[in-house]
């Protein structure tokens, strides 16, 4: 190719096709070379020097350059790896701003930057060479054209209050769904084919959150002749490009557009699309990693290393590596990504893995780090969803409860505390008391509202909820890792015996646990997340940590027994009785008093024999009978007309114990007709016959079992649900 390469800009970053030919861009500090590298369909290379840099931007135009075009970078400087300069211009690189990439990282000991087969000195063995070329094993970028029509899509912008999430995996979840075809199975067109879609919906929905999709290092070295390849995609290796192997419509910038064609399908059907996005490390990994990308490209200014030993990274994820957030270059990539995600891409929000990593300046976690300055002040991300994980592995790095206004977090409080009410453990009625109020502990101090916590049971990191009531111990062998991955206290309860059983007595329990564990998931307030999949019972076969299984163990079965079926109806109906009861879904905290001088609270805790709890009884760890009372003449809210907003009634009798118990409808609660709705005894969870109670009535709930009353409302003039 006789190219000529024209200045171009130093701006946008990336490559950027305007219609007739495509500008280059590159972000080095300390490089003192750049080539562009442009690669045809047989995979022959042209390198092309960069020679106009701009605040140390390398950029330049190809006339003749159009989408489709393959590229990536070399990248020249010094190569001291003591002092934290790993250049190496035999490595080619990943453009950081790449829109698409095409293909996977292949293991080889090419990606590396040095002689990884020199065994001669281990100790030093990053401190090598290596001048082997590593562009025959590494993915393309490609240009894209990045037009599309969205046929007037705009953003659902769903209410907190009224939002319920839906964690999934883009593949797992339609890889073995018999009606969508064959050849859109674990793709992003199979997640938006109407089969998907239908499910969704039916179950009531809102929002789906998608594990990575980030294009990712999918053959890690660690899982190199193994068999297993990366399957969650926590190893981001660029924070643009849709990863192309969910594509059905190739990845040569296909993926692009079938992204854009998911998130519209999802939209039309009322479906909120965040991204589960992994701003904290890249896949590169430690320094015994290989040259993919940022490492390459200046790694002293794009990564976090040890101050006193540079060869070294900082590793608060467990990763390897963490970024260098910091940087204002850094910063910049990050938000930029962010925003291309919603403004071109159109999603709703993203829920930040290890987001403590991202806050740490030096090495304490500090609420008020520069991302989230940043991130509060922007036009378009602050008025977006914003989850945090609020933890990640180093000192101190445990964090729930005091992320900055905007952010609602993942509660792994909420998580322990009802894992640990339904099973045979000690839980403070306290401690459930604050967690099925929407933890009022954590977030009302600092002027947030209950949907700041996004309740779940269970997530894709851990058991499925099935594996959660059938399985005491982690069984991960399948990793190869002889089940030393994974966490090994998962505050889970066999019921009886470890996995599979004929038991009759205990795979009903089983299925009781589960209807227990979903009930109260969504009669709690707060942001309701349920793991794809426990709609349905999918189980891992005890395996907690499938990160490496792509697989049956972790693609959704949907051929479903009658019990499965039961389950999803059940769930089905749980979260339409939430959305259609507001008293589910409360905007604002529970004050414990009268509000419009009724004379009854706007909620009432009480023992089994219908008397208030006391004072020392929140302390009680062993206490697994408690009634609570929602007021749903007491909600505190108006609708946006001004009426004021009321709702049915509901009396929850919660029994976490091993025998039956009676309990008796309070009689200060002041209701004079109660009907049952819900049952977790029943197999089928909810009740059709609805029998009339009145106050001072017994009601017999079953051992480890959670019923639900209603009463109907007094609707006031002018008011509405």
């Avoid at 190569?79 to 300069?85: K, S, V």
């Avoid at 996977?104 to 001048?131: K, M, R």
């Avoid at 969508?180 to 109407?194: D, Q």
Wanted: aromatic share 12%.
């Amino acid at each position: 190719m006789g190219m000529q390469v024209w200045p171009g800009r130093p701006h946008p970053l990336g490559a950027t096709w305007d219609g007739t030919g495509t500008n280059f861009a590159l972000f080095s500090e300390n490089a003192t070379a750049v080539e562009l590298c442009l690669f045809d369909d047989g995979d022959r290379e042209t390198r092309l020097p960069l020679t106009e840099v701009d605040n140390y931007v390398w950029h330049g135009y190809l006339n003749e350059v159009k989408p489709g075009q393959r590229y990536g970078f070399r990248v020249y400087g010094p190569h001291d790896p003591g002092a934290g300069q790993r250049f190496n211009p035999h490595k080619l690189l990943i453009d950081p701003y790449a829109r698409a990439l095409d293909g996977d990282v292949q293991f080889d000991p090419a990606i590396f930057g040095y002689d990884i087969e020199a065994t001669d000195d281990l100790e030093h063995l990053d401190l090598s060479f290596s001048e082997v070329d590593s562009a025959p094993f590494m993915p393309k970028a490609v240009v894209v054209d990045p037009s599309f029509d969205w046929e007037g899509d705009r953003p659902l912008d769903t209410p907190w209050h009224r939002t319920i999430i839906y964690e999934t995996h883009v593949k797992g979840l339609t890889r073995l769904h018999p009606e969508v075809p064959e050849p859109l199975r674990g793709t992003y067109a199979g997640l938006a084919h109407p089969a998907t879609i239908d499910h969704l919906t039916r179950l009531g929905i809102t929002a789906v959150e998608l594990l990575p999709v980030h294009h990712f290092h999918a053959y890690p070295g660690h899982l190199a002749n193994t068999g297993l390849r990366n399957y969650w995609g926590y190893d981001s290796l660029n924070y643009f490009a849709p990863y192309g192997g969910y594509s059905r419509a190739g990845q040569a910038g296909g993926q692009v557009n079938e992204f854009k064609q998911m998130v519209k399908a999802l939209h039309q059907a009322g479906i909120e699309v965040i991204l589960d996005v992994v701003y904290n490390h890249t896949g590169e990994g430690s320094h015994l990693g290989p040259t993919l990308s940022l490492r390459g490209i200046d790694n002293a200014v794009y990564y976090r290393l040890v101050e006193d030993a540079p060869r070294y990274y900082m590793d608060f994820t467990g990763c390897g590596n963490s970024l260098n957030v910091r940087h204002p270059q850094i910063l910049k990539l990050i938000m930029d990504s962010l925003r291309y995600w919603v403004l071109e891409m159109h999603v709703d929000g993203f829920r930040f893995d290890l987001a403590s990593a991202l806050a740490r300046e030096l090495y304490e976690v500090d609420s008020l780090a520069a991302f989230f300055d940043i991130i509060h002040q922007d036009p378009v991300l602050s008025t977006i969803k914003l989850i945090a994980e609020p933890w990640d592995l180093g000192e101190g790095g445990y964090q729930v409860g005091n992320f900055p206004l905007l952010w609602s977090e993942w509660n792994g409080k909420y998580r322990d505390s009802m894992r640990d009410f339904w099973r045979d453990h000690d839980c403070r009625l306290g401690e459930f008391a604050f967690r099925i109020t929407g933890s009022s502990d954590l977030y009302q101090a600092n002027g947030k509202r209950p949907h700041a916590s996004i309740n779940f049971i269970t997530c894709h990191d851990g058991f499925t909820l099935r594996d959660l009531v059938s399985y005491n111990e982690k069984h991960n062998l399948a990793n190869h890792e002889n089940n030393r991955d994974g966490e090994s206290y998962n505050r889970s309860w066999n019921c009886g015996a470890e996995g599979d059983t004929d038991d009759p007595d205990i795979l009903a329990l089983r299925r009781r646990q589960q209807r227990n564990l979903l009930a109260t998931l969504f009669l709690s307030q707060g942001v309701p997340m349920i793991l794809g999949g426990d709609e349905i019972g999918r189980t891992q076969q005890g395996n907690n940590n499938t990160y490496c299984q792509d697989s049956r163990l972790s693609w959704f079965d949907w051929s479903l027994t009658p019990m499965q079926q039961d389950q999803l109806d059940f769930v089905c109906q749980l979260i339409r009785l939430r959305r259609e009861h507001p008293a589910f879904a409360r905007r604002h905290w529970f004050q414990g008093r009268a509000i419009h001088g009724s004379g009854v609270h706007d909620i009432g805790w009480y023992n089994p024999d219908g008397s208030e709890i006391s004072i020392d009884q929140w302390h009680d760890g062993s206490a697994k009978a408690i009634a609570v009372y929602l007021n749903g003449e007491e909600l505190m809210t108006v609708q946006t007309a001004g009426q004021r907003l009321v709702d049915d009634s509901f009396l929850l009798f919660f029994n976490a114990q091993a025998e039956a118990q009676a309990f008796q409808i309070p009689a200060e609660v002041k209701k004079e007709r109660w009907s049952m709705v819900l049952n977790t005894s029943d197999p089928k969870g909810f009740i059709q016959e609805k029998r009339i109670y009145k106050p001072g009535s017994a009601i017999a709930v079953a051992d480890f079992s959670l019923v639900v009353l209603c009463s109907p409302r007094v609707q006031p003039a002018g008011a509405q649900r």
